[in-house]
């Protein structure tokens, strides 16, 4: 089974900060990445899927990148609404399985 | 747009069964593949299963395996997850979701969930 390894758990940061993201795989997944957005009391929202493609409507400054095995998502700048949980999934084998979430907060 | 409601939570006792239903609306459901995820309280997502548009394929985490039988109904646009031999470990919000395309796929609409409590 294939583990993904987010990283950090937490972040804070401030409005108008470029933020980043990671998840690691235990093994090469060919970019079959996708990135989620939950806010609380809410049910989650893509926002990347293949890694790097964004979903329609979802903000350009929402981008994520692929280097082997390793994933990121980055936020340009942040604007109030992106403060929430972001969790990364793989798709590339059964059976799927997500990273452990990374809430960002406001500093 | 697309629609997708979960019902079926509720509380249970340990090793009693349950079954959620999730009703489709605004798109062809005998044409997408389905998927359910859960989350415990105060966690993370948790990929549960995957079903086929066909139901002929059909994935399982292996914490379910064995105990939780994923289906669906073209003819009513409905998913199920029949869920047996319920544990504590279980109690989760159970979100059903839609692939984007076939069965390897992303969720690209999500259900509000429904909640499962596991508890004597």
């Known amino acids: 089974d294939i583990q993904m390894t987010q990283s950090p758990s937490t972040l804070s940061a401030s409005v108008g900060d470029r933020v980043t993201i990671s998840c690691r795989a235990s093994?090469?997944?060919?970019?079959?990445l996708a990135w989620y957005q939950q806010k609380p009391g809410k049910a989650p929202k893509i926002l990347i899927y293949k890694a790097s493609i964004l979903e329609t409507g979802v903000p350009s400054r929402f981008s994520g990148t692929e280097s082997g095995t390793e994933l990121t998502l980055t936020i340009s700048s942040l604007q109030p609404d992106d403060f929430a949980t972001y969790y990364c999934?793989?798709?590339?084998?059964?059976?799927?399985?997500f990273g452990q979430g990374t809430k960002l907060e406001i500093k | 747009q697309v629609q997708l409601v979960e019902s079926g939570g509720g509380v249970v006792q340990p090793g009693r069964s349950l079954r959620l239903s999730c009703a489709a609306s605004?798109?062809?459901?005998?044409?997408?593949?389905m998927y359910w995820v859960r989350q415990a309280p105060g966690k993370g997502l948790d990929w549960v299963a995957a079903?086929?548009?066909?139901?002929?394929?059909?994935h399982y985490a292996a914490s379910v395996k064995g105990r939780f039988t994923i289906s669906r109904d073209n003819s009513k646009n409905t998913l199920y997850l029949q869920m047996n031999s319920l544990r504590v470990e279980d109690t989760a919000m159970y979100y059903c979701a839609r692939a984007a395309r076939g069965i390897s796929s992303y969720c690209q609409h999500w259900g509000q969930g429904t909640l499962v409590s596991v508890s004597s």
């Open positions: 079903i086929s548009y066909d139901g002929s394929n059909i």
């Open positions: 999934q793989q798709y590339y084998s059964f059976p799927f399985s």
């Open positions: 093994q090469s997944i060919s970019g079959w």
């Open positions: 605004g798109f062809l459901f005998k044409d997408y593949a």
